[in-house]
C-alpha cells in the first residue's frame, strides 16, 4: 500500500542553520504532497503541497519539490528561527480518493 | 472565519465506556476527515465525510463510528473504550468541492485519556 517515510527526529539546530528533513514516499499513480507543520497544543497547519512532479511548493521561507524520480519531497530552509520549533509532516494525498497518508512526524528543535 | 472547532477539546473516559467528539468544519466546507494521532503510530486516517455520506473509511475496528449532519458538522463515536484508544484525535474540513487536492485546515483536536 501507499506509504511515508520521514527521517526520524528530533531534530536539533542553531538558528540561522540550515534545514533538510527528508520525505520519501511509496504510491501508485500520481498522488499529491504536502508538508503540514504543528505546533504545541495546536492541530496541524498546511506549510505547502506540490500537486505534481517538479512541482516546487513554498512558504514562509520553507521549500520542497515533487520529484518522481526519487519518490522524494524533502523540506528545506536556509536560516530557522527558534519559532520554527514545531512537529512537522509529511502527507501524501492518494490519487482518485480523499485519503491522506502522513509520517510519522519530526520534531524540529531550533535554539537560540 | 471562523476555523474548524472541536468539542470538548479533553476528555477522561474509564475503559468499557463510550464517547462521542465533535467538530464543525469551517463554514461552507462539506468535507470532514477524522484523524488519531498517537506518540506510537502517528497520524492515521479513520474516515471521511461529505454531504452526509461517509466517502472512506481507514482500517479501525467497528468501534470507531462517524455521521455527518446537514449543517456538515461531524461526530465520531467511540464504543467499549481499550486504553489504547487514548490519543489526540483531530478533525479537519474541506472546501466545498472536497477534492483531493483542496487543503484541509485542521481543528485543535480533542485529547482522549482511557484509564
Known amino acids: 500500500g501507499n506509504s511515508v517515510t520521514q527521517m526520524e527526529g528530533p531534530v536539533t539546530l542553531s538558528e540561522e542553520a540550515f534545514l533538510t528533513i527528508n520525505c520519501t514516499y511509496t504510491?501508485?499513480?500520481?498522488?499529491?504532497l504536502f508538508w503540514y507543520v504543528q505546533y504545541p497544543g495546536e492541530g496541524l497547519q498546511l506549510l505547502l503541497k506540490a500537486t505534481k512532479a517538479d512541482d516546487k511548493g513554498s512558504n514562509k521561507g520553507f521549500e520542497a519539490t515533487y520529484r518522481k524520480e526519487t519518490t522524494s519531497f524533502h523540506l528545506e530552509k536556509g536560516s530557522v528561527q527558534v519559532s520554527d520549533s514545531a512537529v512537522y509532516f509529511c502527507a501524501l494525498s492518494e490519487e482518485g480518493t480523499y485519503k491522506y497518508i502522513f509520517g510519522t512526524g519530526t520534531r524540529l528543535k531550533v535554539l537560540a | 472565519k471562523a476555523g474548524v472547532t472541536q468539542t470538548p477539546r479533553y476528555l477522561i473516559k474509564t475503559r468499557g465506556q463510550q464517547v462521542t467528539l465533535s467538530c464543525s468544519p469551517i463554514s461552507g466546507h462539506r468535507s470532514v476527515s477524522w484523524y488519531q494521532q498517537t506518540p506510537g503510530q502517528g497520524l492515521q486516517f479513520l474516515f471521511e465525510?461529505?454531504?452526509?455520506?461517509?466517502?472512506n473509511k481507514g482500517n479501525f475496528p467497528g468501534r470507531f463510528s462517524g455521521r455527518q449532519f446537514s449543517n456538515s458538522r461531524s461526530e465520531m463515536n467511540v464504543s467499549t473504550l481499550e486504553l489504547g484508544d487514548s490519543a489526540l484525535y483531530l478533525c479537519?474540513?474541506?472546501?466545498?468541492?472536497?477534492?483531493?487536492?483542496?487543503?484541509?485546515?485542521f481543528g485543535p483536536g480533542t485529547r482522549l485519556t482511557v484509564l
Open positions: 479537519a474540513s474541506r472546501g466545498a468541492s472536497g477534492g483531493v487536492q483542496n487543503e484541509q485546515f
Open positions: 465525510y461529505f454531504s452526509e455520506t461517509q466517502r
Open positions: 504510491a501508485t499513480g500520481y498522488p499529491s
